[in-house]
């Protein structure tokens, strides 16, 4: 079953950090693109960060100079670190593949994140 399982959420103080994990079902080392998506209740989902196949990587400017992407092939997992944590960053992650324009896999549960004091 081609599946991603998203973890790492959780509650943190503003100012802190988090590093988020999305293990995949299979090989994403052919995938050419693996992303983070965040969606907030009743708003469209928002892509957060990307790496491409070759490890080029890219953020939304709301996250730039906070958030780093990363991807280790051998484990087919994607990793979001999340540092400098603003309570506006609260909201379900998830992640996904992109291959050829399409999205890879059905979207899984997502892992909260709750940045508050």
């Known amino acids: 079953q081609v599946q991603v399982v998203e973890s790492g959420g959780g509650l943190v103080q503003p100012g802190g950090s988090l590093r988020l994990s999305c293990a995949a079902s299979?090989?994403?080392?052919?995938?050419?693109?693996m992303g983070w998506y965040r969606q907030a209740p009743g708003k469209a989902r928002e892509l957060v960060a990307t790496i491409t196949r070759g490890g080029s990587t890219n953020c939304a400017d709301s996250v730039k100079g906070r958030f780093t992407i990363s991807r280790d092939n051998a484990k087919n997992t994607v990793y979001l670190q999340m540092n400098s944590l603003k309570p506006e960053d609260t909201t379900v992650y998830y992640c996904?593949?992109?291959?050829?324009?399409?999205?890879?896999?059905?979207w899984g549960q997502g892992t909260q994140v709750t940045v508050s004091l």
């Open positions: 996904n593949g992109v291959q050829r324009g399409v999205l890879v896999y059905p």
């Open positions: 299979g090989s994403i080392f052919s995938i050419d693109i």
